[in-house]
Nanobody, 121 residues
């Protein structure tokens, strides 16, 4: 049974950093795409970043967020720097072996439960 567990969320001030982790069990991440999505209250789930043999970012986070993965630890990461209040959301990680539209949440097969990130002064 595949399980993804996110961690690392919290309440931080604008301009600071957080690193989210996505630990996978029941499935090796080698050869799988990892995506990070977020959902703010009253808004739809939106793409943040993804990684396969390359990396992909939304315009709103490019240059501030960095996605990576460690196959040995079977864990994906999202380093978030220079956080802004508009980054406040629940962040979800997901994995896919379909190699479909990497920007679409519908392409992902397994999801974590999410971790809350709140950026506020």
């Amino acid at each position: 049974q595949v399980q993804l567990v996110e961690s690392g969320g919290g309440v931080v001030q604008p301009g600071t950093s957080l690193r989210l982790s996505c630990a996978a069990s029941g499935q090796t991440l080698t050869g799988w795409e990892i995506g990070w999505f977020r959902q703010a209250p009253g808004k739809e789930r939106e793409f943040v970043a993804a990684i396969n043999w390359s990396t992909y970012y939304s315009d709103s986070v490019r240059g501030r967020f960095t996605i990576s993965k460690d196959n040995d630890k079977n864990t994906g990461y999202l380093q978030m720097d220079n956080l802004k209040p508009e980054d406040t959301a629940i962040y979800f990680c997901a994995i896919s072996h379909r190699y479909g539209d990497i920007y679409s949440w519908e392409s992902y097969e397994f999801w974590g439960q999410g971790t809350q990130v709140t950026v506020s002064s």
